[in-house]
């Protein structure tokens, strides 16, 4: 079979001169979305962007999986985090072969034994809801703040700082990607104050206290705290939004297929970035060595080919398991988000704590930044509890 060129694969209307970048930047949902329409309408799995680099975007499960299992082919240095200094170090760059053991030494710490540790903690540092109506998404902003404070740090970490260093990230582009050398210097100095404590006394076993002793480990809570905030806040609050409109499912036996359902419509992480170490050849296609590759958990997430009824809300289908590599809100293999299970506990404990709602008003439309979260505000009230 003849090798085709990258250039051959369909790809979304482009403006002149610019390419796919200004859609990229200013909305990229339709962007990828008429991609992976006119992908699924030529009968492939891939499509193309110009972003000043070529870009491949896949929109099916073998693409998924060849992504986040070939880790000698798909790398993360040179990835879009590269140039987000929130999001450029540690873990989150590192690669195979060394990546597997530095997770191997995290790993433990972000376990489930490790974080029931936590949870009394982590359950004391939950602010009430105010009575009256409250913005869902400025209440789980202010609450994701304190949990993580907590599992972090037991609560030790400046506030006002802590608040300070994550805040830019919920801005739109390019303000999560300017250095701030200053602010950076205060938090990690702030982050050495509070390791030399967990390093020579005892009783700490947040953590800090894990991370603090492996090599990187300061960098690594700076890097996983900023992977941590926007992604937690963004799933609490489209959660809370989506049981104050369906009050129903409010129950803590139903928290989970709720938060299941949430994560496929609005995954926070709806774009993932590799880059191509050596030309590939997908499906008889060439994509040569330096391109970017993407996979999108929100395309797979409502692809028509994996899921009945994409764009409907029903935790309901979460009764059965989804098709292999379709679901990746915390990516998958090697490279699963490593605080998957801390921000479960997190958002469930939550859920289960909040009174009974209703939804006042509110605009959910997904807004991608770094993140994709809800535009807000979500406003929503507690109802009498039914007699
Ligand atoms: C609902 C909340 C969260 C979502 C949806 C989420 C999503 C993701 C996704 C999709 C990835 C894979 C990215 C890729 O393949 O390029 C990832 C990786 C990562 N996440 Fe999360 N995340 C969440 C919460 C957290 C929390 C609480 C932490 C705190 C530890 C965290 C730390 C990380 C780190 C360090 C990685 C990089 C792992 C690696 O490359 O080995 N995330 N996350």
């Known amino acids: 079979m003849a090798i085709r060129a990258l250039s051959t694969l369909p790809e979304p209307p482009t403006r002149p001169g610019n390419g796919h970048l200004q859609d990229w930047a200013l909305s990229p949902l339709p962007l990828i979305g008429e991609g992976a329409a006119r992908a699924r309408a030529a009968g492939v799995d891939v499509f193309r962007l110009r972003l000043g680099l070529p870009a491949v975007v896949g929109v099916?499960?073998?693409?998924?999986?060849?992504?986040?299992?070939?880790?000698?082919?798909?790398?993360?240095?040179?990835?879009?985090?590269?140039?987000?200094?929130?999001?450029?170090?540690?873990?989150?760059?590192s690669d195979a072969p060394g990546h597997a053991g530095r997770r191997a030494l995290m790993n433990p710490g972000f376990g489930r034994a490790h974080l029931l540790a936590l949870?009394?903690?982590?359950?004391?540092?939950?602010?009430?809801?105010?009575?009256?109506?409250?913005?869902?998404?400025?209440?789980?902003?202010?609450?994701?703040?304190?949990?993580?404070?907590?599992a972090y740090f037991s609560g030790e970490f400046d506030a006002g700082l802590l608040h300070a260093f994550l805040a830019p990230l919920r801005r739109p582009f390019p303000?999560?990607?300017?250095?701030?050398?200053?602010?950076?210097?205060r938090v990690d100095a702030e982050l050495r104050r509070l390791a030399h404590a967990r390093l020579t006394g005892r009783g700490h076993d947040d953590l800090l206290a894990v991370l603090a002793p492996l090599p990187g480990g300061l960098e690594e809570a700076r890097v996983s705290l900023a992977a941590a905030h926007d992604t937690t806040t963004h799933a609490l609050a489209y959660a809370i939004w989506?049981?104050?409109?369906?009050?129903?499912?409010?129950a803590p036996e139903h928290?989970?297929?709720?938060?299941?359902?949430?994560?496929?419509?609005?995954p926070p992480g709806w774009m993932g970035s590799r880059r191509l170490s050596r030309d590939l050849n997908w499906n008889g296609v060439r994509l040569p060595r330096g391109a970017l590759a993407l996979y999108s958990p929100y395309l797979s997430g409502r692809d028509p080919a994996l899921w009945d009824r994409p764009a409907e809300f029903d935790p309901g289908r979460w009764a059965a398991r989804p098709p292999a590599w379709a679901y990746l809100p915390f990516g998958g293999g090697e490279r699963?988000?490593?605080?998957?299970?801390?921000?479960?506990?997190?958002?469930?404990?939550?859920?289960?704590?909040?009174?009974?709602?209703?939804?006042?008003?509110?605009?959910?439309?997904?807004?991608?930044?770094?993140?994709?979260?809800?535009?807000?505000?979500?406003?929503?009230?507690?109802?009498?509890?039914?007699?």
């Open 60 to 93: 099916g499960a073998a693409w998924n999986r060849a992504v986040l299992t070939d880790l000698g082919t798909f790398r993360s240095a040179g990835s879009l985090s590269r140039i987000v200094p929130y999001l450029s170090g540690g873990v989150i760059l």
């Open 119 to 150: 949870q009394a903690r982590t359950r004391a540092a939950l602010p009430g809801v105010p009575g009256g109506e409250f913005d869902a998404l400025a209440w789980a902003d202010g609450a994701v703040l304190r949990l993580l404070n907590a």
């Open 175 to 185: 303000v999560p990607a300017i250095p701030r050398p200053l602010l950076f210097a």
């Open 242 to 250: 989506f049981l104050a409109q369906h009050p129903q499912w409010h």
């Open 255 to 266: 928290h989970a297929a709720v938060l299941k359902e949430v994560l496929r419509l609005f």
């Open 336 to 387: 699963l988000c490593l605080g998957m299970h801390l921000a479960q506990m997190l958002i469930h404990d939550t859920l289960g704590a909040l009174p009974p709602l209703r939804a006042v008003r509110g605009d959910p439309t997904p807004l991608p930044g770094l993140t994709l979260g809800p535009r807000g505000p979500l406003m929503v009230q507690p109802t009498p509890a039914s007699p």
